[in-house]
């Protein structure tokens, strides 16, 4: 089927198998992260790397967010030169799951002086694969998705993010089980499978001709709002930092006399839930009032809810704003990246969402220097 015959086909519908695999690809990411995270601080001690903490961290946040832009790059290249983005997210996430092999094997091995250097090495280059074919493989949503079902789709994918995140102090005790070898052995089978479905049933679609999106707005009539689309990223990644950094500890302080001191992670559990159930009503509100009002209106009582969280500290307080943090937070996710796309110049498309993760990178990336220094 090529691109002429999808859109006459099916213009007014999402494309249901490449947005699950498009959804099967940030789930097998979201993994990947978490095993990082529980991983990293470990080896770092286990091969006597923790001087180089700060030094990790701060590679760490250059590369999540200069990588988007190089790949966006690459990839609005390939979309006219050959036709498609397919080579920056197969070369992506080749090398991801290079990436998580040779540090399984690494690990395998258990590398004696001269060689446990090739692991920060290895830790850095997997971060770069990482984040290099996202961009260009979370822009294909624009391909099989209506402008109008944008939000629909993109709850779809919070939805499977959210809930993952959810399951991770289940993945975190299932990684510990495993051991690291495993862990990594396994995150780039994930990777590796998720990456070559996504391409088998969405990108070889647009292969034999020039992509055409049908999220498409206005070709070249508009220019990119760069500046705004860097602002979406930023909004949703401080809300994103802030919930995943400081509200288990508030939650945990807060609400210590309710559910017999349920401890915080439970709490960020249950933030997480609530996002995914609301997730698809709040794509439909969101198609009714527009991203843009929708994303506005989220930020500035997400922003409300996260200061009176940080005030307040009753529980007859916090469970409520609790609750309308997760609403919000829900919003600002949904319309987001929509609206980013939306503010996107047709030939930039897949570099403003770039800009826009590097955005949402941005500042976990600062706290993340920040903890460490």
């Not at 197969?90 to 090398?95: Q, R």
């Not at 294909?140 to 939805?159: N, S, Y």
């Not at 839930?273 to 698809?280: K, M, N």
């Not at 989220?298 to 009753?314: E, K, M, P, Q, T």
Request: proline letters at 5%; glycine letters at 6%.
């Amino acid at each position: 089927m090529n691109t002429v015959a999808m859109e006459a086909s099916g213009s007014d519908k999402i494309e249901w198998k490449q947005l699950w695999s498009l959804a099967a690809l940030y789930a097998s990411i979201v993994i990947g992260w978490i095993a990082y995270h529980n991983y990293q601080p470990k080896l770092l001690e286990q091969f006597h790397f923790t001087d180089f903490t700060f030094f990790l961290m701060v590679a760490q946040g250059i590369i999540l967010v200069i990588t988007p832009l190089v790949a966006g790059k690459l990839g609005d290249k390939y979309r006219f030169k050959r036709g498609d983005r397919i080579p920056v997210i197969s070369t992506g996430i080749s090398f991801a799951a290079m990436m998580f092999m040779a540090v399984a094997f690494t690990l395998f091995s258990n590398p004696n002086e001269t060689f446990r250097w090739i692991l920060p090495l290895l830790i850095i280059c997997w971060l770069i694969a990482m984040s290099i074919f996202t961009s260009p493989a979370l822009s294909t949503l624009e391909l099989f998705t209506p402008v109008d079902k944008l939000p629909r789709a993109m709850a779809v994918l919070t939805i499977v993010a959210n809930l993952v995140y959810s399951l991770e102090p289940v993945i975190v005790d299932l990684i510990d089980f495993l051991g690291a070898p495993l862990t990594f052995m396994a995150g780039g089978v994930a990777v590796f499978l998720s990456g070559y479905a996504l391409k088998k049933n969405s990108l070889s679609l647009f292969k034999n001709n020039p992509e055409k999106p049908k999220a498409e707005i206005n070709l070249n009539t508009q220019k990119s709002d760069i500046g705004f689309i860097l602002f979406l990223g930023l909004a949703l990644g401080v809300s994103t930092t802030v919930l995943f950094n400081y509200f288990p500890q508030i939650m945990e302080k807060s609400l210590s006399g309710l559910f017999n001191g349920l401890e915080g992670k439970w709490w960020l559990v249950i933030v997480l839930v609530i996002s995914a159930i609301a997730s698809l009503p709040v794509s439909g509100m969101i198609n009714t009032y527009g991203t843009g009002k929708s994303f506005w209106a989220s930020l500035w009582i997400n922003a409300a809810s996260v200061v009176a969280l940080f005030i307040f500290g009753s529980p007859t307080m916090v469970v409520p704003l609790l609750v309308i943090f997760a609403i919000s937070f829900t919003f600002l996710s949904v319309s987001s990246l929509p609206l980013a796309i939306s503010k996107a110049n047709y030939y930039e498309k897949v570099f403003c969402v770039g800009i826009f993760f590097s955005g949402t990178a941005l500042p976990d990336g600062i706290i993340d220097a920040i903890q460490a220094f």
